[in-house]
């Protein structure tokens, strides 16, 4: 359903004849909708885009294989777009935790910023990615997105931000600011400070990407994937793990927390005199907890992707809401983790259809895990003989 600039894709089904008559459309236009409706033809964009357009998808299918509706932003970030899309978020037509997609070369810089509050707020994703096309008259997405200016830093919003990919290309220039958009109005430049107090709230360091930015001021600075994952700008759906130790004796422990898009994630090892235990927590909420114990069969932990710690059956548990699952780990073991690449936590049903838990990428807490180690030495869990052998 279209509303002015706002579509809505339909929840029910199509009919037969609609469904054979959009296949046919699809087929006959994809040819041509990169030149009908590409972001190359400065007349079509005024036409078409001098104001941002809003689509929605959240039908069945989208929501079972995607997990979350997905918004579609595209064309020029006007300065009436934050009102706009605010107001879809209140009335549920855009959720809490929506999936945004962003293809726009050009906007408002305030427009920009007070979207990616609104993403941050709502705890929303930022991607690239142009609208779903459509038999229907209106607009034809192409196959590449491009988002600069205001956009990228609308895309700064995002709780989860993935990295573009294909031919998606994300740009800034020095001056953070377009002269003008489209139709060559020129645009308002927000406050002294507000930029770098925006970036801030996102958990961005304006000084590492103002380092990143080395074009002539206005020409744009396309960010490839690696670099913007490097520097924080993209975490592909991971925030920063964190790390808490304690090490004085008689009890040093390291607990690793992991929050993304799938949910939240802790690891525990714990060393006493003698022995070490490892605990992993899933916190998925207690009828989800349930499920997944109800259908394991098995349940094992994960290093470099290794099966490691195999117990059949009652092997995890329920507690609070999060699958549970501990073991003895052996103590000459330890000393494999300080170079360890991941760490994980899964249990399995009958089949290898049925998997669920969690990894973690331990190489941001290399600090940390070597310091528990060396506490952990100090109380001396292992044997006399093994001690010698490991660390003599």
Not at 145 to 173: E, V
Not at 238 to 248: D, E, N, S, Y
């Amino acid at each position: 359903m279209r509303y002015g600039k706002f579509e809505n894709t339909a929840r029910g089904s199509r009919s037969r004849p609609q469904v054979a008559w959009c296949g046919l459309l699809l087929a006959i236009g994809i040819a041509v909708a990169g030149v009908a409706h590409g972001l190359g033809s400065g007349a079509n964009r005024g036409a078409r885009t001098e104001q941002l357009s809003f689509q929605v998808n959240d039908d069945r299918m989208t929501v079972s294989v995607a997990g979350r509706p997905q918004v579609y932003l595209y064309g020029v970030i006007d300065a009436d777009a934050p009102q706009r899309f605010e107001a879809l978020v209140r009335s549920g037509k855009i959720p809490a935790g929506s999936d945004i997609y962003l293809n726009s070369p050009s906007g408002d810089l305030a427009a920009g910023l007070a979207l990616g509050r609104l993403f941050r707020a709502s705890s929303m994703a930022t991607h690239l990615g142009t609208p779903r096309r459509t038999g229907r008259a209106g607009y034809q997405g192409i196959k590449a997105a491009f988002c600069t200016g205001a956009c990228a830093y609308a895309y700064f919003g995002g709780l989860y931000r993935w990295a573009p990919t294909g031919n998606d290309h994300i740009g800034l220039t020095r001056d953070h600011v377009q002269a003008a958009t489209s139709s060559g109005s020129p645009l308002a430049e927000p406050a002294a400070g507000e930029l770098d107090a925006y970036l801030k709230d996102m958990g961005i360091e304006p000084g590492r990407l103002a380092a990143m930015l080395t074009s002539a001021a206005d020409s744009p600075v396309w960010l490839s994937a690696d670099q913007m994952t490097a520097s924080g700008l993209a975490n592909n759906g991971r925030l920063p793990l964190t790390a808490k130790t304690v090490l004085l004796p008689p009890m040093p422990s390291l607990e690793l927390d992991q929050d993304d898009r799938s949910g939240s994630h802790r690891l525990v090892l714990q060393c006493r005199p003698g022995n070490v235990t490892l605990t992993a927590y899933d916190f998925v909420g207690k009828t989800r907890a349930r499920e997944i114990v109800s259908r394991a069969t098995r349940s094992y932990f994960e290093v470099n992707q290794q099966e490691v710690l195999t117990e059949q059956h009652d092997g995890a548990s329920v507690v609070d809401g999060a699958v549970v699952i501990t073991r003895p780990y052996p103590p000459t073991e330890l000393v494999d983790l300080l170079s360890a690449q991941t760490i994980g936590a899964w249990v399995g049903g009958r089949t290898s259809a049925f998997r669920d838990g969690f990894a973690i990428k331990l190489y941001p807490a290399r600090d940390a895990i070597k310091d528990y180690y060396e506490a952990c030495w100090r109380v001396a869990p292992w044997p006399a003989r093994q001690k010698t052998a490991k660390h003599g």
